[in-house]
Structure formats: C-alpha cells, structure tokens
C-alpha cells in the first residue's frame, strides 16, 4: 500500500491534533515523515494505518508504537477492515480490499475478509442494526456487484437458479449475492431471483435458463411459497433438476431428499460442481440430506 499525506490528515485518520501526532514523531522517531521540497511533512499511509490499528488495539501510544513498528499494517484482515467501516472510510475499505487482492483471489477475499467482518458487525436479533453495520453492509453489496459486473462470460452450458427469500439488510443477503458471484466466476450461467417472484410469470425466466440445479437460500419465504417455485422449475426445466438448500432456507424438521450445500460460497460452489460434473459420490459425498417438507421437495 503506497501513498503519502499531510500533517492534518494523518492526524485525523489517528483521531488526535497534528500537535499530537507532532509530539510522538519527537519522542518516538515513528510516525518518521519526509520533508517536501517546501519543508512539509508527508506521512508515510502505510505506517500511519498501522498505527492506527496498534492504537485502537492498545489505548498506549508507547505500545501501539512497538507493535507498529514491528508488524507494518499487516495484512487486510476483518479487524482492520471493521474498523475503516467504524470510521466510514470508505477509501479506506478500498484500499483494504485491493491489499487483499494482491495475496488472495476474489473468492478467498471475499470468503476471508469481507464476509467475516460483516457478520461480526451484524446486530443480534430483534436489535436494530448500527449505522456501522448499514454502511459496511452497502459497501459489500455494490463491492460484489462491481466484481460481478467485470467477471468473465459464462463458459460452461449448465445454468444454476437462485430463489433468494432474504432481506436487504440481512447478512443472508449477502451470503446470496456471494454465491451468485462464485458461480458466475467459475463459469457457470446463474440467474437469482427473489423467493416472492410470482410462479405463474417465471415459465420464461426459467425457459431461457433451462437450469440444471435450483438452489434456495435465504429465510424469508414460507414452505408454500418455496413449493410452488420448485413446482414451476420443476414443470418448466424437467424433473431431473436438482433442488438444494443453502444456509438453511427450509426449517429443519427431519429427513428428505432436498439436499443442503455447505454454508460458505466456496465450499458450496466446490459440491455444486461435483454434481454437475458427476463427481458426487452417493455415499459419503460432499452434499447433505436437508430438511423434510410438506411441499413435495
């Protein structure tokens, strides 16, 4: 991570006055700025961040110092992207997220930073969300929808459907978005629409796709209204369609033969391809037996 800023704006980024920060460059020799041709001081971003991030950890200028110095910023991680979305800083975020880009994939990114700190900043239930929370929420959802937009054309025939019964807002939706995403960069034709899409208009949207699997995700929809959109793919697309749940979008009530695909994006994308591969073992393989259902799944 590269650039430099003037005095007032490393101090601001550090929460304190530039006579503050002015001070521990005497005492410390760290944050050690560079003199302009003008003689002002320009602080190096990446030490200034790293700073930061030792002294919201250890509320010691002394210790955040030590750390600082011995660790660099660090690698993006949810700790620290969590805090740029506690500051909103939004520039900040980017540039976490293209730090991360250069030791991880898109995937691993998302898997291993961005979805991490999202969900550590989710309010719990029946408690309304901060407006941390909104901000890093927003954040992620037009961060995966501009990765998406620059992603490479399918390559692969087979076509996966999305039902998805979340709400904006929810980290489900999320996780939604993230697995429409790691399917369309493996080469896959995917197509999410929402779990209260009227069944009697889908006949076309599935047509067009002719999908191979239709995946359920989300827990905003009832088991009527999840039956009636299988029942139409069903209809439309043929019998052999395989129907899974992921992230627990049918409740739990015994056996069945709807199959239920790991939780995180990757690993679920991992099996979903076993079984348009014909990898999928029938004993011991990667899939599981989901929920039992009155709606015929």
């Known amino acids: 991570m590269g650039g430099s800023i003037r005095t007032n704006a490393a101090a601001a980024m550090l929460g304190v006055s530039p006579n503050t920060l002015r001070s521990w460059e005497r ?4 944050p050690e700025p560079k003199r302009t041709a003008g003689g002002h001081r320009q602080f190096d971003l990446a030490e200034i961040e790293a700073l930061r ?14 750390v600082a110095r011995e660790r660099g910023a ?19 975020a980017n540039r976490l997220m293209e730090e ?34 909104g901000f890093a929420w927003r954040y992620a ?3 995966m929808a501009a990765t998406q937009r620059i992603s490479p054309p399918a390559s692969r025939a087979e076509g996966v459907l ?26 896959l034709r995917t197509l999410t629409l929402t ?24 827990k905003g929809a009832s088991l ?31 056996s069945s033969t709807v199959e239920a695909l790991p939780d995180q994006p990757l690993s679920a994308r991992e099996s979903l391809l076993m079984r348009l591969d014909g990898r999928l073992s029938t004993s011991g393989g990667r899939f599981v037996r989901g929920p039992s259902t009155a709606i015929g799944l």
């Open 53 to 66: 991030a030792a002294f919201e950890e250890t509320q010691n200028i002394s210790s955040a110092v030590s």
């Open 224 to 254: 009527d209204s999840l039956g009636r959109l299988v029942f139409t793919a069903r209809r439309v697309a043929g019998d052999d369609v395989a129907i899974l749940d992921y992230r627990g979008a049918i409740a739990h009530t015994g």
């Open 162 to 187: 999305v039902f998805d019964a979340s709400r904006p807002g929810d980290c489900e939706a999320l996780h939604a978005q993230a697995l429409e995403l790691v399917l369309r960069r493996a080469g």
């Open 74 to 92: 660090g690698p993006a991680s949810p700790a620290r992207l969590q805090s740029a979305f506690g500051r909103f800083d939004e520039d900040g």
């Open 100 to 133: 991360s880009l250069t030791v991880r994939s898109v995937e691993r990114t998302l898997e291993e930073v961005l979805l991490p700190t999202i969900e550590s900043m989710a309010p719990a239930l029946n408690v309304a969300p901060t407006p941390e929370y």
């Open 141 to 143: 959802t037009g961060w």
């Open 195 to 218: 779990a209260d899409s009227d069944p009697s208009r889908l006949s076309h949207a599935i047509a067009a796709l002719d999908p191979r699997a239709v995946v359920l995700t989300g």
């Open 27 to 30: 005492r410390f020799g760290f």
